[in-house]
């Protein structure tokens, strides 16, 4: 049933994108409540193993709590808690790293498990969705829309993205956010990124990345060489980890930092105790990063008038650079690959645009690399849909 519900959901989306009677951005709603009902309707196999398990372990815990204390009680307990309700984490990983998360579990537990759900597919799809669509104005075209729709919402693993809840949201929304908010020099908008930032930032620590990329962007935008010099500085984040490390473990008296610095001690080094897991995960966000690269190089010279910023085409160059960099690193490159389909949804867009004229030879070659870059989508929707198959059930 999952994969039948899947597919009838990615059709609609189609149908809704092909027609006129709606202005864009009500269809683009409608789609983000499609995808927010679809993920209402999945819940976990026995002896799952997704995060939204913990997660509803959580919320289990709080409304409990909250049925038998005062508001500003449960807001503490909450802060309190372990991330993942794990013996022994409560020293370095808790809710009270991610205020901004603190008050979503809260929220939810007001309602039934299931609507945190819904609220992470609607916001993952509603926000990439929205970028989609500022693409296909600035193009003054529809295909956009199809096209780049379709490719996402085959490559986006959205079983793996629902679970995990944090991860994807704050990447659509950091996307979006940047995209529509940085695309000129105003720091008026610069102030709003910011603000949103902060906040992405206090749901999961790892948006702090991104932030901080884009705000070199921003601050040496006017420097044609410093995307070369900051991407060979994360390409060797292996390198210097340690001593970033070093420095944010100094900070340990501040949560967010010390929830950063007891991860670090989980996925990095060899004394590691989380990993990516088997090796045809590792195997499939290799390739999933090859595809990416070649998609983001060949925009470059295929999209004659292309629409998308300098400044995020800067800050995409340099977060490829960071997640080449971090490949020692199993559970951040993940976690990086994924982030990195988020980023690369504007060029997904422009994928109709491409058009190689001046040699036989490149016209070929893209032209070979599309039909690829469709297959792959093909095997890679499948093998999604064979996930959600595998670890849930759609109940109604």
């Known amino acids: ?20 009677r709606l202005e864009s951005k009500k269809k683009i709603v409608v789609v983000g409540i499609i995808f927010g009902l679809f993920a209402l309707m999945m819940t976990p196999r026995d002896g799952s193993t997704l995060d939204i398990v913990r997660y509803y372990n959580d919320l289990n815990t709080i409304r409990m709590f909250r049925a038998n204390s005062s508001i500003s009680n449960t807001i503490s307990y909450i802060s309190s808690m372990g991330s993942s309700n794990i013996a022994g984490m409560e020293n370095g990983s808790t809710y009270g790293s991610v205020p901004v998360m603190v008050a979503v579990m809260l929220l939810c537990s007001y309602f039934s498990n299931h609507w945190l759900l819904f609220i992470t597919g609607f916001l993952d799809v509603f926000c990439v969705m929205l970028l989609i669509n500022k693409v296909a104005n600035q193009h003054n075209d529809r295909k956009p829309l199809l096209v780049g729709s379709a490719l996402f919402l085959s490559l986006f693993i959205f079983i793996a993205a629902i679970s995990g809840i944090r991860t994807n949201i704050v990447g659509t929304i950091f996307s979006v956010t940047y995209y529509y908010l940085l695309d000129d020099p105003n720091w008026r908008k610069t102030r709003i990124f910011l603000i949103i930032s902060v906040a ?3 749901i999961h620590p790892f948006a702090l990345v991104l932030v901080c990329i884009a705000l070199l962007v921003r601050i040496f935008q006017k420097n044609k060489y410093s995307t070369l010099i900051i991407g060979a500085l994360v390409l060797g984040f292996s390198t210097f980890q ?16 010390a929830s950063i610095s007891y991860k670090s001690t989980q996925y990095i080094g060899d004394a590691a105790t989380i990993i990516a897991g088997s090796k045809v995960q590792i195997f499939r966000s290799l390739v999933r990063l090859a595809v990416f690269v070649g998609i983001f190089i060949v925009s470059k010279y295929a999209v004659r008038e292309s629409k998308i910023p300098k400044s995020y085409q ?3 160059g340099i977060f490829i650079c960071f997640t080449v960099g971090t490949i020692t690193s199993q559970v951040i490159f993940s976690r990086s690959v994924t982030i990195l389909l988020l980023l690369m949804v504007p060029y997904l867009a422009e994928i109709p645009y491409w058009n190689v004229r001046e040699n036989h030879v490149y016209k070929l070659g893209t032209a070979l690399f599309l039909v690829f870059i469709f297959g792959f989508a093909l095997v890679s929707l499948a093998d999604n849909l064979r996930a959600g198959v595998t670890y849930c059930y759609m109940s109604f």
């Open 314 to 316: 800067r800050m995409v």
């Open 200 to 202: 992405i930032t206090l």
């Open 1 to 20: 049933m999952y994969a039948i519900l899947y597919v009838v959901a990615f059709l609609v989306t189609l149908i809704i994108f092909s027609t006129t």
């Open 242 to 257: 340690v001593y970033l490390l070093s420095i944010i473990s100094k900070l340990s008296f501040i949560p967010f930092f």
